[in-house]
């Protein structure tokens, strides 16, 4: 079944549903995917209880506040997301960086510092939505694999070393190593011995969970997803076991600290501070966040689609992760973004659609109203376990090396994002990871391959003189350049060809050979001309082959062709060819046959 | 006479000889050259003494200041330039960069705004040094021709309108169009005739002596080339006229303003001023002026270096203009480039080697030191009227609408860089050129060209299936990528595979055809990690062909060959015959033989 086919460039779609992508899959519900949809949301609403109120903790905020991010943001995302399975909410990497922004206006437990976190959201929110009406989704390539690897690691340890002050049960701050692990080691023989054991407790057993509770639930016969989904839901039991502990043994004597109470309410609905210095300290953070966010969410959001052949719609994305973040701002809550294992829980446990989020939302908010009470025991050390056992599975220990192996200049890309991150803080491992990677990249665009190429023997084809054994004619010389000619080259291709003919006085005929070229900017044009102008001034004709058909459609809109001083070839090889007999101007038909001939290319 | 030949790949150069041009040409040098030298020299000299107290004068410095900056940077780019006839000096662009930036920090006229002159030619020369030495010249290539010609075009209109005032004989400031043109008509109800009259006489004559005298010298018989240097000469038949005027007719009793006394002195010899405060405010000037200075010195020296079938060497330039630069700021100077119409008379009038530089250099000194007392009476409006007829040159109002004709992103860059220059001044101009620029490239970068390929029936080419009838089938899609893959289109990649995959159920194979791809980096190789752990999700093997040989022995370092679901081939039309049998994992021998005569394939 042979089909001579054309694909539609684009499918046509009701615009209202490019924006609302619920009017689409709302349309289809039904109660099958109900039912999956509420199985899913109970799974994950157990997983993110204390995973928000983890969060929080280490944002530096009061607990419920990772409980409110963790409401209306789902549902905003719900709304205007186009991921059926991504969960939305506070994540450890950007809880980290709300904390560095935030701990720069302002002391962690002041009101001020809480405002901070809301105008965060609210700005990383405006930027995100901007971006998405905008389609500017394309700057967050800015963030190259390497880099963004690099900052998660590093962030990684960040985050476990500042929870080790909980475990320890002694107070610490800073948001780089040098600042965390100095506060560390002063209030180092302050350590609760009792808070130390339960936060060792935790996380061993929270590690058992991780790597021995799977292989022995599917010892014991359960199949493979329950077993997995049950093991997700290890935070649960650790919580409950130590909340028992705590109000049984009475361990708040002991000088274990708990979360304390959280008031039992919805999420307070009210508007950011207006504040414009502030808002202006905190702009950049907040755009560093919406970028990590939108980079670190798509991702998942992506992986998941393409398990089931569906697809993300990218600047959709920027907008529901931005809805999401405006309903973090308006809501008490602080920064969210779509998160890894929340998601993959959401999936494995079966959500069709962002309906399963809605009811998520529903189930965290049941628990905001009737759970807190019982999580006010709740030791701060096994939240603190929590966290380091998720962050420390975001440490990357393999990818520097096998970066290393593939690309250098990538590499260095990713060492330097770690250390400055490392040492200076979140913020200027970001920047300085994107201004590296952009200037390496902008330095390999202004120096693209290129070659001199001959005729390999008896054949076509034209090789580079310096790999192969190829013909080449001292008054002809043919440069293949394998980029298409931009700003950043322009220069180099003057540069370039000028280095060529220098000091070649036999040099009559120059080929530029445009096969791999696929754009010519104006600024490239120029130096074409220049080059065209400067050859000829030099007694030196240049000619073209081989130029693509969109490349030479444009090419005509300019005035080169005309000052062109030789042809445009449509091969190389007819270019040798027809080039190779034209030595001097005044040739006559008969000369150039006997030059032809005696040159043995007929 | 074929010749199989290797070109060296760079000639090895006495490293001495690379960072001293002087070396190389000083070997050579005898008396004829020395004749053409000295005669280029003195032409050279007569035109630059009014031009250089003319750039002075836009420049908000004194007089004096324009010579100094004519004579040890001469010198010291002869000792380190690579240019055989480049002419460094004070220029139109530079000297108003200048202006905007003193004006900023200090008040005209005051030593304060002498002092950051000097700090600005500091600043620039030790910026352009470090870049010499650490090859840093690509940076250069962020100004693309659209943004350079549109920034020149803008500081053109900006230059002559600040010298209105000098020919009204009024005050004004500004260094945007919107505060001079404020300044100009507040203040012109106090123009003076007498100056009024002289400078519309200066410039009738100067653009006189630059449209009509050339033809008619030519029509008197001169040939040429002395036709041309007479009519660069024409200033000072201008400087001298007035001169006279102003003593005979005592002018200076009817309002009109004279240059004044300038020191007969050579250069004086200090260091410009340490102020941590001022160097960090100046900074990003400095950073400015040094590129821009640079851009246009380096385009000057190729153009003339291509006459002659020199090369000159970009990084070493860096190293002769940051040289002068330096020069400048400890004697008495501000900052230089090589300007394009004294490059232009000395290579014209001869100049072999940069001697004739330095023997310039001597000619200044003497004219600092013997005919300043004659300056003093020069109407400083003659000057101003000089400084409008030459950078009147440089508004260059073809190349937009060339360019508009050409590409509608240059044309946008361009027409955002003149705006803001005019608006908001030449600093913000070039920015916003450079970071528009930069954002245009990045976001083209990020969506390259690709196009979903089928067989042109009866050929073994593959060509794009929205623009010719070819064939497709319906279990195997082939995708042609046009670019490099890079961090920047790495997730386009993905959302484009994904996307021409959606809703295909009877796909089974997909061909990436990797022919125009000549680099494949650490992120896009995750991407296309990530792309075949997403097909093989979805049941569908991934598979290339006409893979480079170089991005074939990186992809070698890596584990995406051994991961990789499906085949490399050699080539797309292998890939296809190979491919079109294999419709299930399941097919026997027999049953793919018999489709593959179904098909008529064979």
Request: proline content about 3%.
């Given at each position: 079944m042979i089909t001579t086919q054309k694909i539609e460039a684009g499918k046509s779609r009701l615009s209202l549903a490019r924006y609302f992508p619920i009017l689409d899959w709302g349309a289809r519900y039904n109660r099958d995917i109900l039912t999956s949809d509420l199985v899913a949301a109970l799974i994950v609403t157990i997983m993110l209880i204390p995973q928000s109120l983890a969060y929080a903790l280490l944002a530096g905020l009061p607990a419920q506040v990772g409980l409110y991010a963790s409401i209306l943001p789902i549902l905003a995302y719900a709304i205007f997301?186009?991921?059926?399975?991504l969960a939305v909410g506070p994540v450890a990497v950007i809880s980290l960086m709300t904390a560095a922004a935030a701990g720069q206006v302002a002391a962690q437990g002041s009101p001020e510092y809480i405002a901070a976190a809301l105008i965060l959201a609210l700005l990383s929110g405006a930027t995100l939505m901007v971006m998405g009406l905008l389609k500017l989704?394309?700057?967050?390539?800015?963030?190259s694999h390497p880099v963004v690897s690099g900052f998660i690691s590093a962030s990684g340890i960040i985050i476990a070393t500042s929870q080790f002050k909980h475990i320890l049960g002694i107070s610490a701050s800073g948001e780089s190593m040098p600042r965390l692990l100095d506060t560390l080691y002063a209030n180092i023989?302050?350590?609760n011995v009792t808070t130390l054991i339960i936060g060792l407790a935790s996380m061993a057993f929270l590690f058992w969970v991780r790597k021995g509770l799977k292989p022995l639930l599917i010892g014991l016969g359960l199949s493979q997803r329950p077993a997995d989904l049950i093991a997700k839901a290890g935070p649960v039991v650790a919580v409950i076991i130590s909340i028992l502990a705590v109000v049984i043994l009475d361990l708040a004597e002991y000088g274990v600290k708990t979360v304390g109470i959280i008031p039992t309410s919805l999420p307070p609905i009210s508007a950011p501070m207006f504040d414009a210095q502030l808002w202006q300290e905190l702009a950049i953070p907040a755009l560093l966040i919406s970028i990590i966010g939108f980079v670190e969410s798509v991702s998942v959001a992506q992986t998941l689609a393409a398990k089931r052949r569906q697809r993300i719609d990218p600047d959709q994305e920027l907008i529901g992760l931005g809805s999401a973040n405006l309903a973090a701002a308006f809501s008490g809550g602080y920064p969210v973004t779509g998160g890894f294992a929340r998601s993959v829980v959401n999936f494995d446990a079966g959500a069709e659609t962002p309906a399963a989020g809605a009811f998520t939302a529903v189930g965290i908010a049941l628990a905001a109203l009737f759970l807190t009470p019982f999580l006010a025991?709740?030791?701060i050390a096994v939240l603190a376990a929590t966290i380091i056992v998720a962050v420390l599975s975001l440490v990357d220990l393999k990818t520097p090396f096998i970066i290393w192996r593939y690309s250098k200049s990538d590499f260095s890309a990713m060492a330097a994002t770690i250390l400055i991150t490392l040492i200076l803080g979140v913020e200027s491992g970001v920047i300085a990871g994107v201004l590296l990677s952009l200037a390496l990249f902008l330095w390999r665009s202004s120096r693209p391959h290129a070659a001199v190429v001959g005729r390999v023997p008896g054949t076509e084809h034209f090789r580079n003189i310096e790999r192969h054994k190829v013909i080449t004619l001292p008054h002809l010389l043919m440069i293949r350049i394998d980029e298409s000619l931009t700003y950043l080259n322009a220069r180099w291709l003057e540069e370039y060809v000028l280095e060529k003919i220098a000091?070649?006085?036999?040099?009559?005929h120059v080929v530029l050979m445009?096969?791999?070229?696929?754009a010519i900017d104006a600024s490239a044009l120029e130096s074409l001309e220049a080059i065209n102008h400067r050859l000829s001034d030099a007694g030196i004709t240049l000619h073209l082959s081989e130029v693509k058909g969109p490349v030479m459609d444009r090419l005509k809109r300019s005035t080169f062709l005309d000052d062109l001083t030789g042809d445009i070839f449509l091969s190389q090889d007819k270019a040798f060819a027809d080039l190779?007999?034209?030595?001097?101007?005044?040739?006559s038909p008969q000369q150039t046959g006997d030059i032809w001939q005696a040159r043995g290319l007929i």
């Open positions: 997301g186009t991921s059926s399975t989704g394309f700057l967050a390539n800015l963030l023989l302050d350590l025991s709740l030791p000091g070649r006085d036999e040099l009559r445009c096969s791999a070229i696929n190779a007999v034209r030595t001097e101007d005044g040739d």
